[in-house]
């Protein structure tokens, strides 16, 4: 069955610093994968969407990476600051079917 | 409108009680998404409806759920015979068409079965 992996549950890292999350997956292969961020009590927020021909996609400090032989997306952002802290969630589509699959994403701390 | 509306914000039912839920997408979104989330845990696919398509039920957890949306805009999601396990936030997006999009999510609609 289809499976999705976030690494970690949680992520700390110093203010400053680059953030790099990862989202793996098994027995899919998606036209693209999204990235979201999920502020408590909030819903998710539509960051960076990357097709299955592109390698790289940047928005501002954020940067996503696709890997379609490893299955593997990277997720960075650099200069990290303290009102990044949220969980983020990555998600796969594909172009014959509407609903896109959610991993359990990866909560993350800015420490100051 | 400006963003997906979702309502009521919160709602707390009895067991056994019929609840429905309410999602107004987007203005000329085609398609409108379903997804619940429990405590902690990631998105759960319910239903997705595109345009005049029949929409995808797949995601339904049994058939004490159901969805319609009408003439191509508002949705309602109904369960009935509340359980507690139903106790969870759900989560309506819609986007401009079907796929290759970024879902935009409304705040979702925290339900709590007692």
């Known amino acids: 069955s289809q499976k999705i992996e976030q690494n970690s549950e949680a992520l700390n890292i110093q203010e400053g610093k680059t953030a790099t999350l990862t989202c793996n997956y098994t027995?899919?292969?998606?036209?693209?994968l999204q990235w979201y961020r999920q502020d408590p009590g909030r819903g998710p927020v539509f960051l960076l969407l990357i097709r299955e021909n592109e390698k790289e996609k940047r928005k501002e400090r954020l940067k996503v990476t696709f890997d379609t032989t490893l299955k593997q997306s990277l997720f960075h952002i650099t200069a990290s600051q303290p009102a990044d802290s949220a969980t983020y969630l990555c998600?796969?589509?594909?172009?014959?079917?509407?609903?896109?699959?959610f991993g359990d994403g990866t909560t993350l701390t800015v420490k100051p | 409108g400006a963003g997906v509306s979702q309502s009521p914000s919160n709602k707390v039912t009895e067991k056994g009680k019929d609840v429905e839920l309410r999602c107004d997408p987007i203005?000329?979104?085609?398609?409108l998404y379903w997804y619940r989330q429990s405590l902690g845990q990631g998105l759960e696919f319910l239903i997705y409806?595109?345009?005049?398509?029949?929409?995808?039920k797949s995601g339904l957890p049994s058939d004490r759920f159901s969805a319609e949306r009408t003439g191509g805009s508002v949705s309602t999601l109904t369960i009935q015979r509340t359980q507690q396990e139903d106790s969870a936030v759900y989560l309506c997006?819609?986007?401009?068409?079907?796929?290759?999009?970024?879902?935009?999510f409304g705040s979702g609609t925290r339900l709590t079965v007692v």
């Open positions: 203005s000329g979104h085609t398609a």
């Open positions: 998600a796969l589509g594909n172009t014959n079917a509407g609903k896109s699959t």
């Open positions: 997006a819609s986007t401009p068409t079907g796929t290759g999009y970024g879902y935009t």
């Open positions: 409806f595109q345009g005049n398509s029949a929409p995808d």
């Open positions: 027995n899919y292969s998606p036209a693209y």
